[in-house]
Nanobody
Framework: QVQLEESGGGSVESGGSLRLSCVSS????????MAWFRQAPGKAREGVAA???????SYVDFVKGRFTISLDNTKNTLYLQMTTLNPEDTAMYYC?????????????????????WGRGTMVTVSS
């Protein structure tokens, strides 16, 4: 069972930047995908960005142009570079992994089918 661990969260002022990391316990062979989701207090979980083993990426509209997802296979690490943060970005951020390319489609669903999830890292943006 793959284990994922997020880090890099913290408190930042509006307009600031953060880079989140997600380390996978295992190297995944073959086709796979990883994604970032977030859940704000009192709200449902929502997709943020996804990347597959071919390097294909997708983003939800409210982060396009501000967030960048990337993958370093040599370090088994997924990243989310976040810029121009605003208070609406305050949430617990989770990474997920699946041995498929379904992460892109799962960004707009409840994503319950993704195989592995981390415990999250909290991002707080103050105005």
């Amino acid at each position: 069972q793959v284990q994922l661990e997020e880090s890099g969260g913290g408190s930042v002022e509006s307009g600031g930047s953060l880079r989140l990391s997600c380390v996978s316990s295992e190297y995944t062979y073959g086709r796979y995908c990883m994604a970032w989701f977030r859940q704000a207090p009192g709200k449902a979980r929502e997709g943020v960005a996804a990347i597959d083993s071919d390097g294909g990426t997708s983003y939800v509209d409210f982060v396009k142009g501000r967030f960048t997802i990337s993958l370093d296979n040599t370090k088994n690490t997924l990243y989310l570079q976040m810029t121009t943060l605003n208070p609406e970005d305050t949430a617990m951020y989770y990474c997920a992994e699946d041995p498929s390319d379904s992460c892109h489609a799962e960004l707009t669903s409840d994503a319950t089918n993704l195989a592995a999830w981390g415990r999250g890292t909290m991002v707080t943006v103050s105005s």
